[in-house]
């Protein structure tokens, strides 16, 4: 019976889902690039497979026209995340500041964000879910954090109040 109880809790903790699993044969169709051109800015951002199979967002953020920012993200069918307490992803950045974002909805209008520093190295970064906060349009909401019920969107963004050329290699992003 212990063996049992310390089984099952073990089992519990190592639960996790896989959002995306970037390798040679992923279908990058359900990813788009959102720039700030949606609102009249010049940047621009790309997506693509790297000889590895890590998906490769780079590109170029200007600040011309009032821009600033370029995102990447993947819309998927409405998924449960009760149970789960963080996103885990493996990636190597250019040593850039990063946010991390995800919806409860396709419907909400804002997005929880976390920002992530990275460091020119492969890196397996953790993001509670407690700490994603709501914003919209660059603006802190005064909501609670994100509840955990649901998710149907993650994104990557670049928006460091600079002109910067950027790369992010992603490989995979999970929940736990």
Request: charged share 25%.
């Amino acid at each position: 019976m212990k063996y049992a109880c310390l089984f099952i809790l073990t089992t519990m903790m190592l639960k996790s889902e896989t959002i995306f699993d970037f390798t040679l044969q992923s279908d990058l169709r359900d990813w788009a690039v959102v720039d700030d051109g949606v609102m009249g800015g010049r940047s621009a951002g790309c997506l693509h497979l790297s000889d590895e199979g890590h998906a490769v967002f780079h590109g170029d953020v200007s600040l011309e026209n009032n821009g600033g920012f370029s995102s990447v993200r993947y819309r998927f069918e409405e998924k449960t995340v009760k149970g789960y307490d963080k996103f885990v992803i493996r990636l190597r950045g250019d040593g850039k500041r990063y946010q991390f974002r995800t919806k409860a909805t396709l419907y909400d209008r804002h997005s929880y964000i976390a920002y992530f520093q990275t460091t020119g190295d492969w890196q397996t970064i953790e993001i509670p879910l407690s700490e994603m906060y709501p914003t919209f349009r660059g603006r802190e909401l005064d909501m609670p954090n994100f509840p955990t019920k649901t998710m149907a969107e993650v994104a990557f963004l670049i928006s460091n109040k600079k002109a910067e050329s950027f790369s992010l290699e992603i490989d995979e992003i999970e929940l736990r």
